[in-house]
């Protein structure tokens, strides 16, 4: 039986701020040596250069070495970089904990797992759905997970592609699905995303021609994002287990377009908060950890019949306008700007929409 959880979340103050991490510390709260997995958002622009991913890494891996961690270097840190609007820097951290009481409610468990090395030729191609698949299977193991259907949370990062990997693929004979970098922080997520929903058994394995393509494929728990930080992927498995005891636990559901609120709500529900039929962020007390979700803008270019021009804008980058909307629309649910809002969302959730996870403290 895997260790029960604890989850906190901590603000970002600045760009190289982890001193929320290093307070959970000191205060006895986790044990650096415990922890597991740092989910977080960063202030930068979301793009392939967004280096504030890196000084956030940097700075929450210095805190993890300066407190004990007996190898900082491989907890898998996943950065979203991107606060739009009013979304606000913010990391989720997830550790073990000897202090929970037992309990035979299902409660949060985490696994973790690294994939093999994901080669630049690899990226948009049924290799990498392969690989992150098996990561995946492996990850639930961890967390001691058996039915897939207990599952409502993968977190993955995973490598996009660069000049300099580019020209690595090309050294070596190989060639890659696109050369536009920009477009294969898109692709790398997507093509994650469905080896995630083959390892849960949401989707058959996708031929080459559906990666990036059968916007039917998709699965309702991935949220998948890329860099340059790493040539693997880094996978955070998180579902409910019966008997593992501690406070929390999670739950998932979709939302179907950008302004889905009532998404969130479902996902809150699932979660185990009991609210009203029209709830209120007065409501969640102070029970609601994070919500966790991804968003997409709608290929069509409208939201409920109503036209928009986020995929026609040269100016600002879609990727910033719909975090942007979608962050409103989380944070007016939550009544709380430090949500986990990430982009590039295609095969996770329905098109133009996204999955959604929440993460409960019940007591």
């Keep these: 039986m895997p260790e029960p959880i604890e ?11 982890a001193s929320g991490l290093t307070r959970l510390i000191d205060d006895g709260v986790i044990e650096a040596h415990r922890v597991l997995a740092v989910i977080g958002k960063t202030e930068g622009n979301g793009g392939v250069n967004d280096y504030t991913r890196i000084l956030a890494d940097r700075a929450f891996r210095e805190v993890l070495a300066a407190k004990g ?16 609007g009013v979304l606000s820097p913010h990391a989720t951290v997830f550790a073990t904990t000897a202090d929970a009481e037992p309990g035979d409610e299902p409660r949060v468990s985490v696994g973790i797992a690294m994939s093999d090395v994901i080669l630049p030729e690899d990226i948009g191609r049924p290799a990498m759905v392969e690989k992150v698949a098996a990561g995946v299977r492996e990850a639930m193991k961890t967390a001691g997970i058996d039915d897939p259907a207990d599952v409502h949370y993968v977190q993955t990062k995973t490598p996009l592609l660069t000049l300099a ?15 536009d970098t920009g477009p294969s922080m898109d692709i790398s997520n997507s093509t994650t995303a469905l080896g995630v929903a083959v390892a849960l058994g949401e989707i058959e394995m996708p031929t080459a021609d559906q990666i990036h393509r059968d916007l039917s494929l998709y699965s309702s728990v991935a949220s998948c994002s890329s860099g340059v930080e790493l040539d ?35 996902a809150i529900r699932s979660s185990g908060i009991d609210l009203p039929d029209r709830p209120h962020p007065s409501d969640l007390g102070d029970r609601l950890v994070n919500v966790f979700m991804k968003c ?9 019949g109503r036209r928009n021009i986020m995929l026609d804008d ?18 007016s649910v939550t009544g709380d700007p430090a949500v986990f809002v990430s982009v590039a969302a295609v095969h996770q959730g329905p098109s133009g929409g996204g999955p959604v996870a929440a993460i409960a403290d019940l007591g």
């Excluded at 989850?7 to 701020?17: G, M, W």
């Excluded at 996978?235 to 009532?262: E, P, Q, T, W």
């Excluded at 879609?318 to 989380?330: D, E, L, Y």
């Design 7 to 17: 989850v906190r979340k901590v603000a970002i103050e600045s760009v190289t701020d």
């Design 69 to 84: 961690h007996p190898s900082p270097e491989s907890v898998p840190l996943v950065w979203s970089g991107g606060t739009d």
């Design 165 to 179: 990997t580019i020209n690595d693929a090309k050294s070596r004979g190989k060639d890659v699905v696109i050369e």
């Design 232 to 266: 693997r992927a880094q996978i955070v498995v998180v579902g409910n287990v019966r008997g593992i005891g501690g406070r929390y636990r999670i739950g998932h559901s979709v939302m179907k377009d950008a302004l889905d609120a009532d998404g969130i709500w479902e």
């Design 296 to 304: 997409e803008a709608d290929p069509s270019g409208s939201v409920r």
């Design 314 to 331: 040269s100016d600002v980058h879609w990727h910033r306008q719909i975090k942007a909307t979608v962050g409103g629309v989380a944070a």
